[in-house]
């Protein structure tokens, strides 16, 4: 029994590497987020498997159900909605419960929205902290306060809903911290703005911005 974590594409769908494409052919079956999402991705590969969902949302009601059909089969693939499965998704629950079970657990690896915002951002890269999303209201004061006194680069998660939000509070509680903020890596629109914070709200001011985002702060201390 193997479950291999497949990396997929987090925009452009060329940069699926071969060995996920010849895995996602060979397994049994594909654990999923989203089955639309996947879906997509495997008829743009004229790939078709049997795929079943697993996301925040069930992850405890058929974490075991999915275990048990995993013993049935000769190998099987788990796939996120974009990027490197478990890293800021589900999986890892899944993952510790099959390891309980002697499945083997095999990396495809590829893409991964942290490592590629990293790569261009020009700040430190041989040590960083990865924060995924802050928490949305209990305790996220806290956390940026911690963070203000990181002494390594900062990598967050944010959506278009609160990357207003959050830039208004690194101009609170890290002013002077260099940030780069990255929007769409890899797709059609992608952009980076560099700056510290009032700078990049500033130039985010009145202009329509969509998708996801990933933030790079530059290590306490560090200068331009």
């Given at each position: 029994?193997?479950?291999?974590?497949?990396?997929?594409?987090?925009?452009?769908?060329?940069?699926?590497?071969?060995?996920?494409?010849?895995?996602?052919?060979?397994?049994d079956f594909i654990i999923c987020e989203d089955t639309r999402v996947t879906g997509n991705l495997l008829k743009h590969f004229e790939i078709s498997k049997e795929f079943v969902s697993l996301n925040a949302f069930n992850e405890s009601q058929k974490l075991f159900q999915i275990i048990e059909?995993?013993?049935?089969?000769?190998?099987?693939?788990?796939?996120?909605?974009?990027?490197?499965?478990?890293?800021s998704d589900p999986g890892i629950r899944l993952i510790s419960e099959a390891l309980k079970h002697n499945i083997e657990i095999i990396p495809v690896p590829g893409p991964s929205a942290v490592i590629a915002a990293l790569s261009v951002?020009?700040?430190?890269?041989?040590?960083?902290?990865?924060?995924?999303?802050?928490?949305?209201?209990k305790g996220r004061q806290k956390k940026l306060k911690q963070l203000s006194e990181?002494?390594?680069?900062?990598?967050?998660?944010?959506?278009?809903?609160?990357?207003?939000?959050l830039l208004d509070e690194l101009v609170e509680f890290m002013p002077e911290r260099f940030v780069v903020v990255c929007r769409e890596l890899t797709k059609k629109f992608e952009e980076?703005?560099?700056?510290?914070?009032?700078?990049?709200?500033?130039?985010?001011?009145?202009?329509?911005?969509?998708?996801?985002?990933?933030?790079?702060?530059?290590?306490?201390?560090?200068?331009?």
């Open positions: 029994m193997k479950l291999f974590i497949v990396s997929t594409p987090i925009g452009n769908l060329k940069d699926i590497t071969l060995r996920a494409i010849e895995t996602l052919k060979d397994v059909k995993i013993k049935t089969a000769e190998s099987v693939a788990l796939v996120s909605d974009s990027g490197t499965p478990t890293i951002s020009g700040l430190p890269t041989e040590s960083f902290v990865f924060e995924g999303f802050l928490p949305q209201k990181e002494e390594r680069t900062i990598v967050l998660y944010e959506s278009v809903y609160r990357i207003e939000k980076c703005w560099r700056g510290f914070p009032a700078e990049i709200k500033a130039s985010l001011t009145n202009k329509t911005v969509k998708g996801e985002f990933v933030i790079v702060i530059a290590p306490k201390n560090w200068r331009v």
